[in-house]
């Protein structure tokens, strides 16, 4: 949301599609919400559903801003289901703390947060290899 925003506010003419995916259906749903709230939501497209059916995306909104389309599944995969290959740019905010460590977080963090937003595996390495192609 932040990145279609900030594009908005830099470029108003920007067609850019910013493509939010993650692997929990709540959080993409919380996404989805906020974006629409914020007005960046890409009423050409939708999400897959929870029963795993791809639904169209991709399709810059008809104003002509920056415009975030929401995707359940684990990394590039939804993209690749869509034939999307290129991208401008790619931020993510994978589970970068190690499993060891999890259950040593402050009460407030594991309360607010699954344990699949946290666990980064052991060394946390795993969301970097599979970012970079060498796990899937």
């Known amino acids: ?7 908005e506010t830099i470029k108003p003419a920007s067609r850019a ?9 709540a959080a993409v749903a919380v996404a989805r919400a906020n974006a629409e709230r ?4 890409d009423v050409h497209a939708s999400a897959r559903s929870a029963s795993g059916t791809p639904g169209a995306s991709g399709t810059p ?17 939804p993209l690749d289901a869509l034939n999307i290959c ?22 407030e963090v594991v ?18 290899a599979i970012a970079a192609g060498s796990e899937s």
């Open 111 to 128: 309360r607010h947060e699954p344990r699949l937003a946290l666990d980064g595996g052991a060394g946390a390495v795993r969301a970097c």
């Open 17 to 25: 599609t910013v493509h939010a995916v993650d692997v929990s259906p």
């Open 38 to 41: 914020c007005g960046v939501a």
């Open 86 to 107: 290129a991208f401008g740019g790619i931020v993510s905010n994978p589970p970068y703390i190690p499993s060891r460590d999890v259950p040593r977080l402050q009460p």
């Open 1 to 7: 949301i932040a990145v279609a925003k900030t594009l």
């Open 61 to 77: 909104g008809s104003s002509g801003a920056a415009r975030v389309a929401t995707h359940v599944g684990s990394w590039f995969e």
